[in-house]
């Protein structure tokens, strides 16, 4: 049976506020995108879930689509609560979503209040949970009326299915009338959730001042760059590693220039007593408007050097500007 670190809240993990609202989410989430679906051993996966547990990370953040095949990585969550943290699950903070293209047929993609009701329900039915913490809508539709799919998302709420919901990937102009239309029908927008990480800078440009301004969490995704910003790539390309078997990192993306750029990261991460991969998340968090990032990580070792990005947040001005220098420029209008 599985006992949880009685000391998981003793103060190694921050938590912090998501917006204008009452729940705090931990500084560093688990997305369970990648490495949790059929070609990975459950029982791997299970460790790698309750080592986040037994560290404070408490969100675990997953899609109706995320898997291979879709659905196995909520399945395998199901069966991660079933066998050792349904206990715990008022300690949880589960997150689905849905957009992407999941089922065949006019249904099982985009934003129409069939395909997100839906989803939601098989959503629940796969993880084995009466509601999740979060459910968001995972694309805008430009076909989809807003309104269609602002009140599936406010509906979810109504029937108790999610407690909270947010948007993924959404143009600054959409969310905003996103976060207006869902205030007039009674639900605060908890938290956006987009790509943000020293190589893809783009949310500084507007999402990201937007949620601060509007109150509502904003989450990074993919901030290790799906492990460019890290050492996993500096001498090759290890096996099994992403840039192996994924359609999202190919091999070509490993240039000689990234590759320059990130061993100079590297050198410049290790002169702070930090990793590249802890130091990439210590960047992101040194940031308040940041409320959460969410990691991949396919081992334990990996997960606890990224939790020690906690500990470092703090960076001296020639520090940052050297890291624009290297890694990218601030995203300019
Ligand atoms: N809303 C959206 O549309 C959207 C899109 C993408 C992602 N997301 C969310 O964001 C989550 C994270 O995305 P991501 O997996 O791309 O995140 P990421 O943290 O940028 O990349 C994770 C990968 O980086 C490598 N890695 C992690 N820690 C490492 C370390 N300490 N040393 C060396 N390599 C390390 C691992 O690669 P290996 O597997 O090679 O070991 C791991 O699988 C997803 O699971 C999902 O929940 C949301």
Known sequence: MYTPDPYRYDGRMAYRRA??????LPAISLGLWQNFGEDSSPEHCEILIRYAFDNGIT????????????????????RVLRQSLRPYRDELFITTKAGHDMW???YGSWNSRKHLLSSLDQSLRRLGVDYVDAFYSHRYDPSTPLEETVGALADAVRQGK??????????ADVAARAYDALEELGVHCLLYQ???NLYCRAPELDVLPQAAARGVGFV????LAQGLLT???LHGIPAGSRATHSPFL???QLTKEVLERTAQLDALARGRGQTLASMALSWLLRDARVTSVIVGASSTRQLGENLEALYHTDFDEETLRRIDEIAAPPAQP
């Open 19 to 24: 917006g204008r609202s009452g729940l705090l």
């Open 59 to 78: 969100s675990f953040d997953l899609a109706n689509n995320y898997g291979p095949p879709p659905g196995a990585a909520e399945a395998l969550m199901g």
């Open 104 to 106: 065949p047929g006019p």
């Open 162 to 171: 999610a407690l909270y919901v947010g948007l993924s990937k959404y143009p």
């Open 194 to 196: 987009g790509r943000y």
């Open 220 to 223: 990074a995704f993919s901030p």
């Open 231 to 233: 050492d996993r790539y």
């Open 250 to 252: 190919r091999p070509e």
